[in-house]
């Protein structure tokens, strides 16, 4: 099935290093969504984007809808060993259900 | 306010059974989606529910099939299980089908066909 181009596909970083990872789409999106995903568990939502350009903040986390409606990308910034998973982008076009998912970026946070 | 739950956590089962995995919704969401997501993968769409009926799938053959009761919970069964159906199993919930309800997840059944 259709996954979205996620990348990095994984990043070691230090703790109080900033983050970014984008996605892109050859599709446009209404909406584009951010989640995290912990060992054994389901994706929790970060931050959702509704309308082009749309930048939107959730405490460390910034996460900005493309002009283009074909990309997002999520910063963190001064990250802290909780912040270590796998995030995923996702996508919803024009039907109002079904979710495109990326392939996940694994973040590993070093103390 | 009960989040999503998914039974059970984790199943084995042997190529060609079938198998039945159920989910409850959480409380006040009317609309169930279900996705299989593979080791190092992202998840992928199979199908939703929306007042017992589906209205939307994704790119899955008919052994995979569901079922939504009046209470919002839902079950997944899959027909002539395939090696390649071995995946964590999510479950997400959400209210209504407007754009800005978002849907939350459960934390997966891990199927594993031997």
């Known amino acids: 099935g259709q996954q979205l181009n996620q990348s990095p596909q994984s990043m070691f970083i230090q703790e109080g290093e900033d983050v970014s990872m984008n996605c892109t789409s050859s599709s446009i999106f209404n909406t584009w969504l951010w989640y995290k995903q912990d060992p054994g568990e389901g994706p929790v939502l970060l931050i959702a984007l509704y309308k082009a350009g749309e930048l939107t903040s959730n405490g460390r986390l910034t996460a900005q809808f493309g002009i283009t409606r074909k990309d997002s990308f999520l910063n963190i910034s001064a990250s802290i060993p909780s912040d270590v998973g796998i995030y995923f982008c996702?996508?919803?076009?024009?039907?109002?259900?079904?979710?495109?998912f990326g392939k996940g970026t694994l973040l590993t946070v070093n103390p | 306010e009960t989040g999503v739950t998914q039974s059970p956590t984790h199943l084995i089962k042997t190529r060609g059974q079938q198998v039945t995995l159920r989910c409850s919704s959480q409380s006040g969401h009317n609309t169930v989606s279900w996705y299989q997501q593979a080791l190092g993968q992202g998840p992928q769409f199979i199908f939703q529910y929306y007042r017992e009926e589906e209205n939307g799938r994704g790119n899955f053959p008919p052994r995979f099939s569901g079922l939504q009761f009046p209470n919002y919970s839902s079950e997944l069964n899959v027909n002539a299980l395939e090696l390649d159906d071995s995946a964590l199993y999510l479950c997400a919930s959400r209210r209504g089908t407007q754009d800005t309800n978002e849907q939350y997840f459960g934390p997966g059944t891990r199927l594993t066909v031997t």
């Open positions: 996702a996508g919803r076009g024009g039907s109002n259900y079904k979710l495109t």
